[in-house]
């Protein structure tokens, strides 16, 4: 079927035509039939477009030798042999058929071979030049069915190096080939995206010659990620992404937003009153904040630090910019465990400062909900800590101007939504604990803006780090007895065995008997997702006043609560957690003066990867640099699931080895933007190309809507 035959059915409106050919079906490339088609599916590829972003993952050499001496075996082969006798097989063996090249003689073998085929192709005394590979079988160099063999003439179509795919079910080497080569027909020069300065600098080739060259390797070396070749192509998939999250922030941008400018009072009152300087990072934090606060845009922001950096000074003093501008903040946490935690941190200093502090949650009922709402309504409330019941219908502010959500990855995006309805304009900070690989946040988070707490404050003692056998359990609770006895306080937790709460409540609950039997029934206590919230807020409060001494939970159990006096942490089954899972939970000792250790108890023998994970852990305290190590020993699609997280996948880039590439596509993209916000010059133009070959519609749309 010609090509404008073909019905050109669901062509996005607006997808420019010099790319129909490439996202015209596939099977109008050659060598692709209607059934071969649905294979390509299995390596994640329906247009042409899909073929030529699909690389090669390997390479054969075959690079003409005078013999198969000339190379080690087992191993790729091509030489120019005489054919000699056809062994036919007798009974059910292979046809072999003796071959010689310039210095030795060896065989070629064939299993299921069929009428006069080979009487055909290889006649008796030919010249041939054969290429596959040649392995010792019985003391005999033989090379199961060649996959070429040539007279010498017509050997020159042989490359010297021959490009590998990904294959699936129903797909072969040869059909890939033929089909890229006929998708790299298919290719137009398009008008350059890239920064020329950039280009000029990697020394990167244009689009349409970086494709040929990729799927085109010549050697080894071809191959590799660094190759510019392959680095553009990279680089290309970084770029679109990176355009459309930062397309994505200057719609945003463009929303009008209330310019919510300080004038530093109620800071200066706070920070005269701690105890302490804040550290460098958190100055440039708020610095960063008060600076984007004062802009008629809206924040979005994300403060990253890792646990005991310091986030809640930080927070404080982005809720001061807003009341110093006259209005409110609110400040919101996925648990009232931890919106209580907040209340407590916060109230003494806004107390400081002559401001009004409240917390609003699901415990809230009656007169004296009714009360705090009307306080709120009238702005008499200047700072609301609370859950989700801050969602509420009946929850009205006075002048909302900033909205804290504490902990990205608990808070759907619907319920940001809902917040920002509340106050129309306000400004959002998120803060998240889970420190993040800067690639991941840059792919993740790139339509926000980040302030990073990398420095965390001075006079924390390192909590030691000890892998235990579980096998040693007795000696465990042997030396929780003692340090009970110095007066210190333990957290003992228990692991997500299976995806079912009900069982991991019950290992815990086994737990829980245990430790009480051997340190006394009422020094220990269990906490876990099963029981209803004021049961847990009773038993987290008694454990925060010592009533209790340890306390047994699962992690399904928000254990932020803040116990300065808890310097012990026992995990159970530490191998089966994620590296950020026992950072984050180790990074609940250490807050007060004794020296805290995290006992780390896993089940021998222990696999490779856990063991690494786990000594990683034990090396360091660093939360950057144990996401790091996660990111390498796990990947990235692994380390946050790449469905939910929105993370995009990559045919070409790899988020673990290309952070740097990643970054410059992100500053690139932003730059480009400030330039021409609605990609009308030369370069603009070219890069809706590209966001259209890299099916970014949605990205399209928020530029045409304006
Ligand atoms: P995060 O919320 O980031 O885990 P917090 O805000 O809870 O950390 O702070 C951890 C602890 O460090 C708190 O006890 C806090 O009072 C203290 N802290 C915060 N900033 C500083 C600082 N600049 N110097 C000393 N201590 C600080
Ligand atoms: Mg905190």
């Known amino acids: 079927m010609a090509e404008k035959d073909r019905p050109k059915a669901h062509i996005p409106k607006g997808r420019p035509e010099i790319l129909f050919p490439l996202f015209a079906s596939l099977d109008a490339l050659d060598g692709v039939g209607p059934k071969t088609a649905k294979s390509y599916a299995g390596i994640g590829v329906e247009t042409p477009k899909d073929l030529i972003l699909t690389l090669p993952v390997g390479g054969l050499d075959r690079t003409r030798r005078e013999s198969i001496r000339d190379v080690p075996l087992p191993g790729m082969a091509t030489v120019e042999v005489t054919v000699g006798a056809h062994l036919k097989p007798k009974g059910r063996g292979p046809y072999r058929i003796d071959v010689e090249d310039a210095k030795t003689a060896f065989q070629l073998v064939f299993f299921h071979a069929r009428g ?25 160099a033989q090379m199961a069915h060649p996959d070429h063999m040539l007279p010498p003439e017509e050997a020159a179509s042989i490359p010297p190096f021959e490009p590998v795919y990904p294959l699936a079910q129903g797909l072969t080497q040869k059909g890939v080939h033929k089909a890229v080569t006929s998708a790299l027909d298919r ?21 349409s010659d970086a494709l040929q060259a990729a799927h085109r390797p010549k050697g080894a070396a071809d191959l590799s990620r660094a190759h510019p070749a392959r680095e553009r192509l990279a680089y290309d998939e970084l770029f679109a992404h990176q355009l459309t999250l930062s397309l994505a922030r ?10 919510s400018k300080g004038d530093g009072a109620l800071r200066d009152k706070v920070l005269k009153t701690l105890p302490y300087k804040p550290t460098g990072a958190q100055i ?14 809206r924040m979005n922001r994300l403060l990253q630090g ?19 501008a006259g209005g409110q903040g609110v400040m919101m946490a996925p648990t009232s465990i931890l919106a209580g935690q907040h209340h407590l941190n916060l109230k003494p200093l806004a107390d400081e400062a002559g401001i009004v502090c409240e917390i609003l949650t699901g415990a809230d009922k009656g007169p004296e909900r009714r009360a705090k709402l009307a306080a709120l309504a009238k702005g008499d409330i200047h700072i609301l800590v609370g859950t989700h019941a801050v969602f509420q219908n009946d929850v009205t502010f006075h002048d909302l101007r900033l909205a804290i959500v504490d902990e990205q990855h608990r808070f759907g995006v619907r319920e940001r939504v809902r917040l920002s309805q509340k106050g129309a304009a306000a400004d959002i900070l998120v803060m998240t604990a889970t420190p993040i690989p800067r690639t991941l946040s840059l792919a993740q988070y790139g339509d926000m803006d980040l302030s990073v707490l990398d420095e965390k404050p001075p006079g924390r003692t390192p909590v030691k780090t000890a892998l235990i056998s579980t096998a040693r359990l007795d000696e465990v609770v042997d030396r929780l007895r003692t340090a009970l006895a110095e007066g210190r306080q333990v957290y003992w937790v228990c692991p997500l065995v299976e995806e079912s709460e009900v069982y991991d409540a019950t290992a815990a609950e086994e737990r829980f008997k245990m430790l009480r039997a051997a340190l006394g029934d009422d020094a220990v206590a269990l906490v876990h997702g099963q029981m209803p919230s004021a049961q847990k807020n009773a038993i987290m409060a008694a454990f925060k006043a010592g009533d209790t001494r340890v306390l047994v939970a699962t992690t399904v159990i928000e254990v932020g609560v803040d116990v ?18 026992l950072h984050q939970l180790r990074g609940r000792v250490g807050r007060g003066a004794a020296e805290s250790t995290c006992l780390l108890l896993y089940r021998a023998p222990m696999g490779e990867t856990a063991t690494r994970r786990l ?15 996660d990111l390498a020993i796990r990947g990235a699609g692994d380390l946050i699931g790449t469905a939910q997280s929105g993370l995009p996948r990559f045919r070409i880039a790899d988020l673990e080895g290309q ?31 590209l966001l259209w070959l890299m099916e970014q519609d949605k990205a399209i749309r928020l530029l045409d809507v304006g």
């Open 306 to 324: 890792d646990v005991g950096s310091g986030k809640t000074l930080v927070a404080l003093m982005a809720l001061l910019i807003a009341v110093e």
């Open 187 to 207: 290719v137009e020069i398009l008008g350059e995206w890239i920064d020329l300065d950039l280009v000029r600098e990697r020394d990167w080739p244009a689009w």
């Open 659 to 689: 952070a740097a590439l990643m970054a410059l596509a992100q500053t690139d993209a932003r730059t480009l933007l400030a330039r021409d916000p609605e990609l009308e010059g030369a370069r603009g133009q070219s890069a809706r190309v």
């Open 284 to 297: 440039r934090a708020v610095e960063e904040i008060a600076e984007d606060m004062a802009q008629p845009h």
């Open 116 to 140: 006069d085929y080979l009487d055909r192709t290889l006649p008796t005394g030919s010249r041939r030049v054969v290429s596959g590979k040649v392995e010792l079988y019985d003391g005999i």
């Open 250 to 259: 200057a719609h945003r941008r463009r929303k009008p937003g209330l310019v």
């Open 615 to 629: 000594q990683v852990m034990r090396e360091t305290e660093d939360g950057f640099r144990i996401a790091e190590e």
């Open 564 to 581: 300065p006096n808890a310097s012990i942490m026992v995990i159970e089954q530490a191998e089966i957690f994620g590296l950020s899972q």
